[in-house]
Nanobody
Framework: QVHLVESGGGLVQAGGSLKLSCAASGRTFRHYAMGWSRQVPGKERQFVAGISRSGGGTYYADSVKGRFTISRDNAKNTVYLQMNSLNPEDTAVYYC????????????????????WGRGTQVTVSS
């Protein structure tokens, strides 16, 4: 069982930046891949980014590629999502997630790779 707590969300103007954090506890952090997804109320959850256990591999949805950066600090049991050049279409609740079944060197590449979720943090981008 892993407990995930997201933070760092908020209100930002279009073109601005935010950095989300997700602190994990309960299992050895470096033993599982991680990722981020997002959801707008009434719409399907979307995959955003994934990162391998070591942090050496990453993968992004086309909609955020070149603007968002996922990273992790295994010493701090934390995964991050740096979001730059935000636009109103990025407004959503952002969830971090674990990917226990993803192999040691693989990177989560979709929602089906994720198996547990945090409670989310709201990101609102104003135009």
């Amino acid at each position: 069982q892993v407990h995930l707590v997201e933070s760092g969300g908020g209100l930002v103007q279009a073109g601005g930046s935010l950095k989300l954090s997700c602190a994990a506890s309960g299992r050895t952090f470096r033993h599982y891949a991680m990722g981020w997804s997002r959801q707008v109320p009434g719409k399907e959850r979307q995959f955003v980014a994934g990162i391998s256990r070591s942090g050496g591999g990453t993968y992004y949805a086309d909609s955020v590629k070149g603007r968002f950066t996922i990273s992790r600090d295994n010493a701090k049991n934390t995964v991050y999502l740096q979001m730059n050049s935000l636009n109103p279409e990025d407004t959503a609740v952002y969830y971090c997630a674990t990917a226990f079944a993803v192999g040691a060197v693989r990177v989560p590449e979709g929602l089906t790779d994720f198996d547990s979720w945090g409670r989310g943090t709201q990101v609102t981008v104003s135009s």
